[in-house]
């Protein structure tokens, strides 16, 4: 098989798995066809597997790889190139996420200003004073088995 028609196809499948898995996973399809499918299919086996676009454009590009070429030691390595591509396109038109905070909701994570019983800005809070901890600062004391206790990187 030409070479050019080797790339020409297999653009034409990536496009097409992806083009599938995302109709599939992420929109309602004409007539809400794709929503009714995922409804139906409910919480079972094929239901989870429409929930996520990576696991879709992997059962998708299987036989889309047929497409591409009919050498069984090329169609593995077409296949997961088909669906590696799909989910790198979804990647690529996916709208960034901005996490904000909750209006009058805290999380640990999500805290924007000082934690409670945090040290005051400006000064840096004081480790626990464990042998470990002395060693990463540097002022070890002369206790002999602080070495063998400390489980971090050795400098």
């Known amino acids: 098989m030409d070479a050019e028609i080797a790339w020409w196809r297999l653009l034409v499948a990536a496009l097409a798995t ?14 809400d066809l794709a929503a009714r499918l995922r409804a139906g299919l409910g919480a079972g086996a094929l239901g989870r597997a429409l929930d996520c676009i990576h696991c879709t454009s992997l059962w998708l590009a299987a036989p889309l790889a047929c ?71 540097g002022t070890a004391t002369a206790e002999p088995d602080a070495a063998a206790r400390f489980d971090g990187p050795r400098a």
């Open 18 to 31: 992806w083009r599938l898995a995302h109709l599939l996973v992420v929109e309602d399809g004409p007539f």
């Open 67 to 137: 497409f591409v070429t009919t050498e069984p030691a090329l169609w593995w390595a077409v296949w997961l190139a088909l669906s590696g591509a799909a989910g790198l396109a979804h990647r690529a038109t996916e709208p960034p996420v901005t996490l904000q905070a909750l209006q009058g909701e805290t999380d640990e994570l999500l805290w924007t200003g000082p934690r409670p019983g945090a040290e005051p800005a400006g000064r840096e809070p004081e480790p626990p004073d464990t042998a470990s901890h002395a060693l990463r600062r």
